[in-house]
């Protein structure tokens, strides 16, 4: 069964260190998608989207300079991807997906632990799961390479990106019955 995320209940978190001492946070607001799933929303299959000119952390001056060239060229890029290859049940609603994430051309393995809720009737009758999903990549793997280095030897801007996501995903709703 094909579920997919519902938009306006999903969200992409990142969290980096700048300059070694405080760590900046942003979300990506445009995301879509679909999970192949059985009825109790146990995940087969991922396939996500997310708009790279969405990036958004708070401060306009910085968000512009991520979806520049030096890092994301959300003009020549504007999506990053990210496919399940494999996904592991660990017991009770957690699971390690693997997957590829693909951003500026360049496709490479991460891996995310998840927990899933339980499945849900919402008011309007339509079947619902969530997930949580964490993990980290360093960024200069996708070639997203741009930095300073600062007097003392930091970073301004760290390598290591962690991130998080909150998905709620959407059953498709039952077919109606047909009058003879």
């Given amino acids: 069964m094909q579920w ?6 999903t969200a992409v978190a990142f969290a980096v260190k700048h300059m070694g ?15 192949e799933a059985d009825e109790q929303g146990r995940p087969g299959k991922i396939d996500v989207t997310i708009e790279a000119a969405s990036i958004e952390t708070g401060e306009p001056q910085r968000d512009a300079h991520l979806r520049s060239p030096d890092f994301l060229d959300a003009e ?3 999506h990053l991807r990210f496919a ?21 051309d360049v ?3 991460v891996t995310l632990e998840a927990e899933l809720t339980p499945v849900v ?10 997930a949580s999903a964490e993990g980290k990549l360093n960024r200069k793997d996708w070639g997203l390479t741009w930095n300073q280095v600062l007097e003392l030897g930091a970073l301004l801007v760290g390598e290591e990106v962690k991130f998080s996501i909150e998905v709620e995903a959407v059953a498709p709703a039952p077919a109606e019955a047909q009058a003879s």
């Fill in 121 to 130: 009737k919402d008011p309007w009758g339509l079947t619902r799961v969530g």
């Fill in 76 to 78: 020549q890029y504007p």
């Fill in 84 to 104: 399940s290859t494999q996904i592991e049940a660990l017991g009770g609603n957690r699971y390690r997906v693997h997957g590829e994430l693909s951003i500026r």
């Fill in 21 to 35: 001492v405080f760590t900046v946070r942003g979300q990506f607001k445009k995301v879509s998608g679909l999970v």
């Fill in 4 to 9: 997919n995320l519902d938009p306006s209940h």
């Fill in 107 to 109: 496709t490479k393995p």
